[in-house]
């Protein structure tokens, strides 16, 4: 668009303004005087100021505003839709946070439901240059128009960490954004839908319309892997919110040191809930029940409570459902308050802090102590895995047999502490920790990538929401673990969301529709109740498929002749082929990180070990050996769906490198 066109100008000219007031709200902000006498009140204001000046800073390369909204009603206002409020001196509002109310018809007005709009206006940026604007009457009978600058956007090469989609969220993705706070949804998206980035985009928003509530319960955006986390990690500081925290189930649930996986075979069998029924019969084992009676001397008298009593007492609180951890602390004030009764009887007056007294005397708490001993997590673990009496004790009728000796460890460690856990282990510390003292619930949860966690992992994420919400993310035909859930609605249940609502989006955005097409041939096998997922953007892409003798060596030459095109490049490799795929681009001295590396992210070329390239997209994709990507998983439809993953990580372009045969699936 020319540079001169006056309406463009004018454009510009408000930016540059709304620019210089955000400047001045950050200024006044940090000139705010704490005036306080109490130390806990000053801390609390300084955090709240540095919170509200990270919310305001501004980004000369991210657009202020990126549309605008003409009311017909009322009054002909207009609005400029942006990434967070902005108001002048006077405090009316020059850019209109795109979470607010009247921000809705940007994204969901039609000629068919205009919402009121009369004109809306989108705004083409380049480095946070304004270059461009585009006017879509709503109010003519014209068909719809298709939006160049929509299209240029969703397809703009990205370097480095993920961005933001507040510019090009579309209407079926912002019913999603939208939903309440005590709303838990599940999203099945297709790859190329923009499930992660609705997820994050929804945790901004529950964060505005809700921040009161959300500030003090909390939000958790759980991820696979930490590469995953340092590739969304700018997106919710680049909306403004700092709040949400960020993890992974590993890291979660790390009550020990995790040495690695184990077996398949074996992490597979403590990831099933079965498992649960075994540890909650383990912890309430530890329960014994009194064959004497309590005698507890005060003063020249000696109070004797029966075992029969006592016995009543410890039953009472096992059958009130409270955690073990809080029945033993509730054990030696029901025992006291028998005592207080004899006392009463006697025709003595004690009040509560005798009551207090009693439960903390020595007797009292060493024979609670006894019925009721505590537990340690990771010692009761450790004596499942090592004692197999023990385990068959609690295991008997749940796991068979054979499944129970899969549970002992060959070789036994000297201690808990010397044991190498998996994370399937942890997981399990886990699950015994809540049963004995509650897990703080948090507001709100973002599972990123759920198909591939286990039934007990699931647990591990629902009981941090138990009285909070969820927003669930996944495809069902990228489960790629043995234990990745086989549908939405078992998943839902062990994260204790059942009847949750579930949306499927398969409208792919970023996925050209040639290498959608092409991987889709594989979800006959690996997801056949899936629909098939559709490409909308009007570039077909690039897919070449070439058969050569050496496909690293290939693979090296073709990264360089892509080296000079915009965007990432990612050199998907089995992992077995990681140290032979540097060797090959260190050989030809190209510059490049590997997936997992900590600046993996910021780097134009990654080397991506297949089993991680999950949830990550790259403009220019080189993918080595598909049939080696599908043998280096434990079976065939598991190594399929990694190959799925892999093969829809590509924007613009894909090239599939091969000496080996392709898999038969995709060759007819």
Request: glycine share 8%; charged share 25%; with cysteine.
């Amino acid at each position: 668009m020319p540079p001169d066109d006056p309406t463009l100008q004018a454009e510009k000219d408000y930016l540059r303004t709304s620019r210089a007031a955000l400047a001045v709200m950050r200024e006044k902000t940090g000139s705010l005087e704490i005036a306080s006498a109490d130390p806990v009140n000053t801390q609390f204001l300084k955090a709240a100021i540095y919170r509200r000046m990270k919310e305001l800073e501004d980004d000369p390369d991210v657009p202020l505003f990126f549309g605008r909204l003409d009311y017909l009603e009322p009054a002909e206002e207009t609005f400029h839709i942006g990434r967070r409020h902005v108001n002048d001196d006077a405090g009316e509002p020059l850019v209109v946070d795109w979470r607010a109310e009247i921000s809705v018809p940007f994204y969901r007005a039609s000629k068919t439901e205009p919402m009121g709009v009369g004109t809306r206006r989108r705004f083409g940026f380049t480095h946070g240059e304004m270059t461009a604007y585009e006017d879509e009457d709503l109010t003519s009978a014209a068909p719809e128009q298709h939006s160049n600058i929509l299209d240029a956007e969703i397809e703009r090469p990205r370097s480095g960490p993920m961005r933001d989609i507040v510019a090009t969220i579309q209407p079926e993705q912002d019913v999603i954004v939208r939903a309440g706070v005590d709303e838990t949804i599940c999203v099945q998206g297709a790859p190329g839908t923009g499930k992660t980035a609705v997820g994050l985009h929804r945790a901004a928003y529950l964060l505005y319309a809700y921040r009161d509530q959300l500030s003090r319960a909390g939000v958790l955006v759980v991820g696979p892997n930490a590469s995953f986390l340092r590739y969304i990690g700018d997106v919710l500081p680049a909306l403004g919110e700092i709040e949400a925290k960020q993890t992974t189930v590993e890291e979660m649930v790390a009550r020990v040191k995790v040495a690695g996986p184990g077996p398949a075979a074996v992490d597979v069998l403590k990831g099933d809930a079965r498992m649960a029924d075994v540890l909650h019969r383990a912890v309430w084992s530890q329960v014994q029940l009194p064959k004497e009676a309590l005698v507890v001397p005060r003063g020249s008298h000696r109070w004797r409570v029966p075992a029969y009593q006592a016995e009543e007492l410890v039953n009472e609180l096992r059958t009130r459902g409270v955690r073990y951890g809080a029945g033993r602390a509730m054990l030696p004030q029901r025992l006291a308050h028998a005592v207080l009764l004899r006392m009463e009887a006697a025709g003595d007056s004690p009040d509560d802090r005798v009551q207090d007294s009693v439960a903390r005397s020595r007797p009292v708490k060493q024979y609670a102590e006894a019925l009721w001993p505590a537990i340690d997590p990771v010692k009761l673990l450790f004596q499942l895995f090592t004692d197999a009496d023990l385990l068959a004790e609690h295991a008997d009728g749940i796991l068979t047999a054979d499944e129970q000796s899969m549970l002992l460890w060959e070789k036994a460690p000297r201690s808990a502490g010397a044991a190498k856990w998996s994370v399937a282990d942890a997981t399990l510390i886990d699950e015994i920790a809540d049963l004995v003292d509650r897990t703080p619930s948090l507001g709100h949860v973002v599972l990123d990538e759920a198909q591939d966690l286990s039934a007990m992992q699931l647990r591990a994420v629902g009981r941090r929401c138990s009285t909070g919400s969820m927003t669930v993310l996944g495809d069902i035909a990228q489960g790629t673990t043995p234990w990745a859930t086989p549908s939405w609605d078992e998943a839902l249940r062990h994260l204790g969301k059942s009847g949750a609502h579930t949306e499927e989006l398969t409208a792919g955005f970023r996925v050209p529709g040639q290498v959608i097409e092409y991987a889709a041939r594989l979800l006959p096998q690996i997801a056949p109740h899936l629909t098939p997922p559709t490409a909308v953007r009007r570039a077909r892409g690039e897919l070449a498929i070439t058969r050569v003798p050496d496909a690293l060596d290939a693979a090296a030459t073709t990264v360089a002749d892509v080296m000079d095109r915009p965007g990432s490049i990612g050199m998907i490799v089995p992992d077995a082929l990681v140290p032979a795929a540097r060797k090959a681009l260190q050989g030809r001295g190209l510059s490049f990180a590997v997936l997992g590396d900590e600046d993996d992210v910021d780097a134009h070329v990654d080397v991506v070990p297949a089993g991680l390239a999950k949830g990550l997209e790259f403009d220019h994709v080189v993918l080595v050996e598909p049939a080696g990507i599908v043998s280096g998983e434990p079976d065939e439809r598991t190594g399929l769906r990694r190959l799925y993953v892999c093969l829809t990580r590509a924007v613009t372009s894909l090239a599939i490198l091969h000496s080996e045969d392709l898999p038969e699936v995709l060759t007819t």
